[in-house]
C-alpha cells in the first residue's frame, strides 16, 4: 500500500470512530449518529446505533429536493425486449410513492417483509425502494431458482406480500414466473395475505382474484392519487433496523438470510462509490449483474442512487444479445463511465469476439474502468480485457454477507499498482488475517483461512435473519474474534490478498453463487441412490460447475439408463436452471476417510487433472480408482 491510500486505511485504523462519523456526513439523517460504533450492541456491535434514517429519501428525495428531479435516475435497456427507457429521480420518485401507497393500503407497514420476485426491469428497483420508503423490509429472490428455493425463502421471511411479475425473458425461453410463485405459495407454510403483478406483454397470466393485484392498475390508481396531492412520507426508521433479507447459500439446502440494516449500508455504500468506484453524482454506472445478487443490490440499485448517480438496468446477456459488442453499446450509447460484471461475462464475449472487433465499433471515450467480482478473475481474462479495452481491469473480493469490497483498488483515492490475480487490498473497515487450523496467522505468501478481525464493517451482516446463533456458529465460532469468510488464500509482502478458492460447500458457478450441499440433499432423493457427491468441477466458461458422483442401490437396468436425466430434473426442479447441473457421474464407491468422510477434495484434484497426493486416511484407494476410470469414460 502506498501514499494516499496508506494514509486513508490507517487513519481508518487508527480513529474508526472519527473515520465513519466523517463518511457519514454525506447522509441525510433524521437523527444524526453521535457514535459511529457500539460494540455491547447486537452479536458483535453495532453501527450508527443512536441514528435515525430512511435510505429511500437517500436514494431519490434528497437529490429532488436539491433540484436534480431531471437527472436521470435510471436507464432501462433491454436487448431481450428492444425497450429502452430513461427514468427521471423526479419520476421514480413518483412511481416510488404510488408502490408505497399501494403496498400500506395492502396493510404492508414498518418491519413487515416484502418477496421481490422480479427480472431485470425498473419496476425491481422501484419495488425495493418503496420498502425501503414505509420501512418494509425486502427479500429480492433471484429468478434463475426453482418455485421450491421460493418456498423456502417465504417460510422463513414469512412475507405479508409478494411482489412479482408475469414472466422473465432469457435468450431461448420465457420464465413464467407467476405459475413458479403460485407454486412456492402452495409449498410453502407461510401464506402472503396478497400479491402483487406485473403484467408484461410477452406472456401475461392470470391472476387470482382476492389476491393478486395488477401492478398496472395500482400504478395508475395511485399516481393520480399522488399527483392529486397524497403524500407518502419516509417513515423513519433506526440506522439499525433492517433494510433487506438477501438469501445467499450455505453448506446446507437452508439459505442463510443476511440482514443488511439502513445506517451503516448508505455510509459505506455511498464511501465505495467514489473511492472505488471513481462515480461521483450525474455520472453513470453500469453493473450488469441481477438484482437477485448482491452486486445488483449494492450496485445496480442503492450505491448509484445513494450518489446521486445514474444507474443502468439491463435486461440481457454479455453475448447473444444479439451479440458480444453489447456491453460496449451500452457504455457508448449511455455514456457509463464503469463498467462492473463478473469475470465470466467477459469470457464470454472473449470467447465470441476473441480480437474485440466489437470495441472499436463504439465510442468508449467516457468509459474508465471495468471491475470484476463474484468470483476468481483469472490472470488471462484481465490481460485480454487491458489490452483490448486499454483501461484498467480492476478485480475486487466481497460477498453477500458484505455488501461492499472487503478487498480491492480504492481507484477514486489512488489506483494502486495491479497484480493479475490479487484483488489488492483492504479497505477502509477491514483487517484481514490470514490464518492457519489453530487461528494464529500465518506468514505472507502461505495459504491460510482469510479472516476479518472483529468488528466487521459498516454495510457488513449484523446477523442471519432470526438466526443469531446460526451467524454465531458459521462465521463467528472457528477462529474467535474473527469474522470466518471461508475462503482461501494468501497475502503477499506488500499487503496483495490472493483469493484461492472457498474452504466449503460453496461453488460459484457463472458468478452465481450455489451450494454443493444443497445440490447433493436434493441427488439423495432419488430412490435409486445410496449415496452422492457434488463437486465444483473447474469450467472454461463459467469457472466452475456442478458434477454430482452417485452410488446406487441393487436397481434395474431402465432406471440407470434414465438416472442421469431423472437426476438432473430433480436439481433443475428443486434449485433452479441457474444451478447449471448437468452431470452425473455413476461410481461403484465414493472415497472415503477411514471414519466415513467423504474425499471431495480429492475427487476435485482428480477431476480438474490436477496432482493430489492420496490421503493417507483413505478408507479404500480402489474408490479413487473407481472415480479416474469413471471420468475417462
Ligand atoms: N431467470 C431465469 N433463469 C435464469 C436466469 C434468470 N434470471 N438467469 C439464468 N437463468 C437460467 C439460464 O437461462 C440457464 O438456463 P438453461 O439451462 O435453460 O439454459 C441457466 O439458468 C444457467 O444460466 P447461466 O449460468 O447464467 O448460463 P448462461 O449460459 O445462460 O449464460 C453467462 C452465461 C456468462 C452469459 C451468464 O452466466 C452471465 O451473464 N453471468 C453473469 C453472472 C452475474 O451477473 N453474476 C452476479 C454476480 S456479479
Ligand atoms: P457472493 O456472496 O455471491 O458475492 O459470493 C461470494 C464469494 O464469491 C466469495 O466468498 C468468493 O468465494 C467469491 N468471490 C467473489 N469475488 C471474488 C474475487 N474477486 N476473487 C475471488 N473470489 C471471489
Not at 559 to 573: C, F, G, Q
Amino acid at each position: 500500500m502506498t501514499g494516499r491510500y496508506r494514509g486513508v486505511y490507517e487513519r481508518s485504523r487508527s480513529d474508526r470512530e472519527g473515520f465513519w462519523l466523517e463518511q457519514a456526513e454525506a447522509i441525510d439523517w433524521f437523527e444524526k449518529p453521535t457514535k459511529a460504533f457500539d460494540e455491547t450492541l447486537g452479536v458483535y456491535g453495532r453501527w450508527f446505533p443512536d441514528a435515525i434514517c430512511n435510505t429511500c429519501h437517500n436514494a431519490i428525495d434528497r437529490h429532488v429536493e436539491a433540484g436534480h428531479g431531471e437527472r436521470a435516475a435510471v436507464i432501462y435497456d433491454s436487448p431481450v425486449t428492444g425497450a429502452k427507457r430513461t427514468i427521471s429521480y423526479s419520476n421514480l420518485l413518483r412511481d416510488v410513492k404510488a408502490l408505497a401507497a399501494a403496498m400500506s393500503d395492502l396493510g404492508v407497514e414498518k418491519g413487515d417483509r416484502v418477496i421481490v420476485y422480479m427480472p431485470m426491469i425498473p419496476e425491481t428497483l422501484t419495488s425495493m425502494l418503496a420498502c425501503a420508503r414505509i420501512g418494509a423490509i425486502h427479500s429480492v429472490v433471484f429468478g434463475g431458482f426453482a418455485a421450491n428455493e421460493l418456498a423456502k425463502r417465504i417460510d422463513d421471511a414469512e412475507p405479508k406480500l409478494i411482489l412479482s411479475a408475469s414472466c422473465g425473458i432469457e435468450p431461448t425461453r420465457k420464465v413464467e414466473y407467476k405459475p413458479l410463485m403460485d407454486k412456492a405459495i402452495e409449498l410453502a407454510t407461510s401464506k402472503p395475505e396478497a400479491t402483487i403483478v406485473l403484467q408484461r406483454p410477452e406472456l401475461p397470466c392470470e391472476l387470482m382474484d382476492g389476491r393478486d393485484y395488477d401492478w398496472d392498475s395500482l400504478r395508475e390508481r395511485y399516481r393520480a392519487e399522488i399527483e392529486g396531492g397524497r403524500d407518502v412520507p419516509c417513515e423513519r426508521v433506526k440506522a439499525t433496523d433492517p433494510l433487506y433479507i438477501l438469501y445467499t447459500s450455505g453448506t446446507t439446502g437452508k439459505p442463510k438470510g443476511v440482514v443488511r440494516d439502513n445506517g451503516g449500508h448508505m455510509v459505506a455504500l455511498h464511501w465505495s462509490m467514489g473511492a472505488i468506484y471513481g462515480i461521483e453524482e450525474g455520472d453513470v454506472s453500469f453493473t450488469a449483474s441481477d438484482f437477485g445478487w448482491i452486486v445488483g443490490h449494492s450496485y445496480i440499485c442503492y450505491g448509484p442512487l445513494l450518489k446521486g448517480a445514474t444507474t443502468i438496468v439491463f435486461e440481457g446477456k454479455p453475448v447473444g444479445t444479439p451479440n458480444a459488442g453489447t456491453f460496449w453499446r451500452i457504455i457508448a450509447e449511455h455514456g457509463a463511465k464503469t463498467l462492473f460484471t463478473a469475470p465470466t461475462a467477459i469470457r464470454g464475449v472473449r470467447k465470441e469476439d476473441p480480437d474485440g472487433e466489437f470495441i472499436g465499433q463504439y465510442d468508449l471515450s467516457k468509459f474508465e474502468a471495468l471491475y470484476l467480482a463474484g468470483e476468481r478473475a483469472d490472470p488471462e481474462t484481465i490481460k485480454w480485457a487491458e489490452a483490448k479495452l486499454d483501461r484498467p481491469v480492476i478485480d475486487h473480493w466481497w460477498q453477500t454477507e458484505t455488501s461492499w469490497t472487503i478487498a480491492g483498488n480504492p481507484r477514486g483515492i489512488e489506483l494502486l499498482p495491479i497484480k493479475r490475480g490479487s484483488p489488492s487490498v483492504a479497505m477502509p473497515g477491514y483487517e484481514l488475517a490470514i490464518l492457519d487450523e489453530a487461528a494464529k496467522e500465518v506468514p505472507p505468501g502461505e495459504m491460510g483461512a482469510i479472516a476479518i478481525k472483529l468488528p466487521l464493517a459498516p454495510g457488513n451482516l449484523p446477523t442471519l435473519w432470526n438466526a443469531d446463533e446460526r451467524f454465531r456458529e458459521s462465521y463467528l465460532a472457528e477462529f474467535p474474534g474473527y469474522y470466518s469468510t471461508a475462503d482461501a488464500g494468501y497475502m503477499d509482502e506488500d499487503g496483495y490478498l490472493f483469493v484461492m478458492g472457498r474452504t466449503d460447500d460453496v461453488i460459484n458457478v457463472a458468478g452465481h453463487r450455489l451450494s454443493t450441499g444443497e445440490m447433493e440433499e436434493v441427488v439423495a432423493k432419488h430412490p435409486a441412490v445410496v449415496e452422492c457427491a457434488v463437486i465444483g468441477m473447474e469450467d472454461e466458461m463459467k469457472g466452475q460447475i456442478p458434477c454430482g458422483f452417485v452410488v446406487l442401490k441393487e436397481t434395474d437396468q431402465a432406471t440407470k439408463d434414465s438416472l442421469e436425466a431423472d437426476v438432473i430434473r430433480m436439481v433443475r426442479d428443486e434449485i433452479g436452471p441457474v444451478a447449471a447441473f448437468k452431470q452425473v457421474v455413476i461410481v461403484d464407491k465414493l472415497p472415503k476417510t477411514r471414519s466415513g468422510k467423504v474425499l471431495r477434495r480429492t475427487m476435485k484434484a482428480i477431476v480438474d487433472r490436477t496432482d493430489f497426493d492420496t490421503p493417507a486416511t483413505i478408507e479404500d484407494a480402489s474408490a479413487i480408482e473407481g472415480i479416474e476410470r469413471a471420468i475417462r469414460l
